[in-house]
């Protein structure tokens, strides 16, 4: 008999989404009208975890989901794509997240994240997850939970020798040389890199110059998602693009965290580096051109 599949652990945070459309973003101070409000699911964390479910994956959830509305609402979500819940937590003391979200013209969008009870995944509940993820296949994070919890996690994983996906979303504070040795695959979208590293990242040459500054930091593979550009994966040694298609571009929300949980779940069904990074790319890219239907 083949051994079951390890589950990939996603360990993140939820947010319920309010959403409108504007023409541009509006300046300080400027009033301006947007479309009818959307509402919907959203959360890095449970954008990747439902992403790598929906191809496929198997894919455990670890997270803290305030109760109220918004939170009873995401958590059905969650449990309607075949995610396991048995190490979400639900609090009473902070709300669920909420993303307050503009999307221009262009499809571009700015987010606000309130506080909520994504703060509330602290160190003690990685430790009660601890099973979980050192009998994970692949450990997939983002920083949208504190961060002292995101090293605890990554602590856990590598010293099972589980791999370490890390998007570093938002990305508001430098990472540590230790932090980044633990991780297996690091994947910074392009500001997030220049957060990083305080480089400048215009050009292709660029993306790989700063890359490979955090590989001498300690990462092992550095994937940039770089937009209409695709992805860019960095090594010691090698440079891959991985062109995106030409697409007409809707809505880039959550475009990053589909990237991010195709591609784990890749590595966690051992798909090649290849294989995980091209249907990434190509996933994030047919999202980014649908017409999203709000989700209640
Ligand atoms: O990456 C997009 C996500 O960021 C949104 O769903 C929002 O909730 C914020 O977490």
Sequence with gaps: MPSARKPLVVIGSANMDL?????????????????????????KGANQAIAAAQVGASVSFVGNIGTGAFGDALVANLEQ?????????????????TALILLNKAGENEIVVTRSSNELVGVAQIKRSKQLIQGAGIVLLQMEIPLASVQAAIALA???????VLNPAPCTKPLTQKLLKQVDWLTPNEH???ALTGK?????????????????????????????KGACWVTRDKVTWFPAPRVKVI??????????????????????INQALSQAVARASSLISRVRKPVR
Excluded: Y
């Design 251 to 272: 809505d880039t929300v959550g475009a990053g965290d589909c990237f991010n949980g195709v591609f784990a779940a890749g590595l966690c069904a051992s798909k090649t």
């Design 19 to 43: 959403l409108t459309r504007v023409q541009a973003f509006p300046r300080p101070g400027e009033t301006m009208p947007g479309s009818a409000l959307l509402q919907r699911p959203g959360g």
């Design 81 to 97: 794509a075949g995610i396991d819940l048995s190490h979400l937590e639900r609090s009473s003391k902070l709300p669920a997240g």
């Design 158 to 164: 590598h010293a099972a020798k589980v791999p370490v």
């Design 192 to 194: 997030e890199l220049t």
């Design 200 to 228: 400048r990242v215009k050009t292709m040459t660029d993306v790989a110059v700063a890359a490979q500054h955090l590989l001498s930091q300690g990462a092992r593979n550095v994937v940039v998602t770089c937009g209409a």
